[in-house]
């Protein structure tokens, strides 16, 4: 008891990897070297704000490490058949290309090592799975944790939709809670054993204020809002195509603040100062 001080919970959190955006503004949002391995960041907005384009972590979380990456697999849990493998190899295809460009061009001595890097390989390095109840999200954690302790090489656990699955299930708001707390701290103990980031897609909905003007929120309510780590808000800008907002809530490193990224065929990137 009582074995570790603040000053080696603070080293071991410099230590810890994380998964670049390939937007350098909002990695620095975050705080860290993007998201966050051990934590529970959650991607909110309505339909339209860009939800659907953490493709890009999947294909990120595979880079390898020399590249800034983790060389790792993606389990992607997928509760509205949103998920579009056409995109992902998209993306995949285009990251790819970008690496070839830096070795080419500056880094050379790495070119054996980029050179199993492929699409083909992205699309391997991606585990998928329609989970349609909660007892089916229940089972893929359960092998989730089989595939981890027999050495499986997993670094990010998407679910997405995170609500859809919970507020179509589940009606009781008190047995919502419970589930929604139960699931997410048995993710976050093997996510912190094993070294993988979870992150969750979350809608967002009409919040009612008595008298005032009703609001838009995150779906799941308050309770869930306390037991994530890191909430991303996302948006569209309104000013350009393909320009939009991520707006960072809640935040484990840092205060809160915006940035802004654009998204294109080739996936998520920063925006170019001018």
């Known amino acids: 008891m009582f074995t570790k001080t603040c000053a080696?919970?603070?080293?071991?959190?410099?230590?810890?990897?994380?998964?670049?955006?390939?937007?350098?503004?909002?990695?620095?949002?975050?705080?860290?070297p993007g998201v966050s391995v051990g934590l529970i960041t959650e991607f909110c907005g309505p339909p339209g704000s860009g939800k659907t384009q953490i493709l890009q972590l999947c294909v990120n979380a595979n880079l390898p490490k020399e590249l800034g990456g983790l060389g790792g697999k993606s389990l992607?849990?997928?509760?509205?058949?949103?998920?579009?493998?056409?995109?992902?190899?998209?993306?995949?295809?285009?990251?790819?290309?970008?690496c070839q460009r830096i070795v080419r061009t500056s880094r050379p001595q790495?070119?054996?090592?980029?050179?199993?890097?492929?699409?083909?390989?992205?699309?391997?390095?991606?585990?998928?799975?329609?989970?349609?109840?909660?007892n089916d999200l229940n089972k893929s954690i359960d092998?989730?944790?089989?595939?981890?302790?027999?050495?499986?090489?997993?670094?990010?656990?998407v679910i997405d939709s995170y609500s859809f699955l919970i507020r179509c299930n589940i009606e009781n708001t008190l047995e919502r809670i419970r589930i929604d707390h139960t699931v997410l701290n048995r993710l976050q103990i093997l996510a912190q054993q094993f070294k993988f980031a979870i992150v969750l897609t979350n809608d967002v909905t009409t919040k009612l204020n008595g008298t005032d003007p009703s609001t838009i929120a995150p779906a799941l309510g308050d309770s869930h809002g306390h037991r994530i780590n890191q909430r991303i808000v996302l948006g569209q800008t309104g000013s350009e195509p393909g320009m939009f907002v991520a707006s960072v809530e809640k935040g484990f490193h840092r205060p809160r603040m915006a940035v802004k990224f654009q998204i294109s065929s080739a996936g998520v990137r920063g925006v170019r100062k001018k």
């Open 143 to 157: 092998t989730l944790e089989r595939l981890l302790k027999l050495g499986e090489k997993i670094r990010l656990v």
């Open 110 to 134: 790495l070119a054996e090592v980029t050179s199993k890097f492929t699409a083909e390989s992205v699309m391997e390095s991606v585990l998928y799975n329609h989970v349609h109840v909660c």
């Open 8 to 32: 080696d919970l603070l080293q071991q959190e410099a230590r810890l990897p994380g998964i670049i955006t390939f937007c350098k503004d909002l990695d620095h949002a975050i705080g860290h």
């Open 76 to 98: 992607y849990l997928d509760t509205n058949f949103g998920f579009s493998p056409d995109r992902l190899r998209e993306i995949a295809t285009a990251c790819v290309q970008h």
